[in-house]
């Protein structure tokens, strides 16, 4: 089976929109004009968590990963996934923070623990337990398609996420089959949520991160927030957009903490990167800890 291998690939898949190259000139402007305004070294010394998070890391997108971590160490220290968690849950944020993550468990994201890994940078990687492994070509592409609305990837096997405990990276749970959770009956939710704690609990020792899929407010539920919790999970962990601090030494319940994390694409030029991450620590609040609903 054909596999894509390069960002090119993916771009003959899903062209670029004129309203996403509208969007990526707009911000051009938008990031050197804050650049101008703004002191990002004094911005980025804020001590804050903020989480990052890919979802693939194509040969071509290899080198971007090691260009964002550069320049990132300037004024960050990368934490664990845990470490993060439990920086937030007990109040004890001193120095800003990057905490990276990738969802979906594809096999490229093997690359990315490389280039983690030669920066010392432990990551958290979210999987699906019904996709690990998938060597069926016919239920790879429904499940990329459907699932991901991606073309055809090649998918971690449980050895690949053995590998990446052995080098120091976390597992996290993704659900069993990446379903929409806002959008899926109360029963197969505990399956989802609950099934896909096992699983990766007897799988790799413990299973302490859920992040849901789709990532916004509207894909999870107040269900979702409770069998989550109830499964056994230390933490959930949404795709908004923003950072973490918090008040010194002020205890939260884990059931009260959402994550937010800021999707990247590789791709995207660093200063657009940069832009985000400065413009979320100067949008810094404590509010954003808590579940919406
Ligand atoms: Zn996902």
């Not at 004890?92 to 979906?104: E, L």
């Not at 490389?114 to 998938?134: D, H, M, Q, T, W």
């Not at 096992?198 to 407010?217: E, L």
């Amino acid at each position: 089976m054909e596999f894509v291998e390069t960002y090119r690939q993916l771009l003959q898949y899903k062209p670029e929109t004129a309203r996403s190259r509208v969007r990526k000139m707009a911000l051009s402007f938008l990031s050197a004009g804050y650049r101008l305004s703004h002191s990002y070294a004094k911005i980025f010394s804020l001590p804050r968590i903020q989480f990052l998070y890919i979802h693939h890391i194509f040969q071509d997108e290899e080198k971007n990963l090691d260009r964002m971590l550069q320049a990132l160490s300037v004024h960050h220290q990368f934490i664990s996934y845990s470490d993060a968690v439990e920086r937030i849950l007990t109040g004890n944020i001193d120095k800003p923070y990057i905490c990276i993550s990738s969802d979906d468990g594809l096999k490229n994201n093997l690359s990315a623990a490389a280039v983690l890994n030669k920066f010392r940078v432990s990551g958290c990687f979210f999987v699906c337990p019904s996709i690990v492994g998938e060597k069926d070509p016919a239920r790879i592409e429904a499940f990329a398609r459907q699932r991901l609305h991606f073309p055809p990837v090649e998918f971690m096997t449980w050895e690949d996420i053995a590998e990446l405990q052995r080098q120091g990276h976390e597992i996290g749970a993704h659900t069993l089959s990446h379903i929409n959770v806002a959008g899926t009956p109360a029963d197969q939710l505990e399956e989802e949520i609950g099934g896909c704690y096992d699983v990766i609990r007897q799988r790799c020792g413990s299973s302490d991160h859920f992040a849901y899929p789709y990532g916004r407010y509207s894909d999870f539920s107040g269900l979702g927030r409770e069998i989550t919790f109830r499964s056994g999970y230390r933490s959930c962990a949404s795709a908004a957009r923003g950072c973490h601090i918090v008040a010194d030494g002020v205890k939260t319940n884990p059931a009260d903490l959402l994550i937010r994390r800021d999707h990247i694409v590789l791709t995207w030029p660093l200063p657009h990167i940069l832009y985000f991450i400065a413009r979320n620590a100067s949008a810094a609040d404590v509010k954003n800890n808590y579940f919406p609903y």
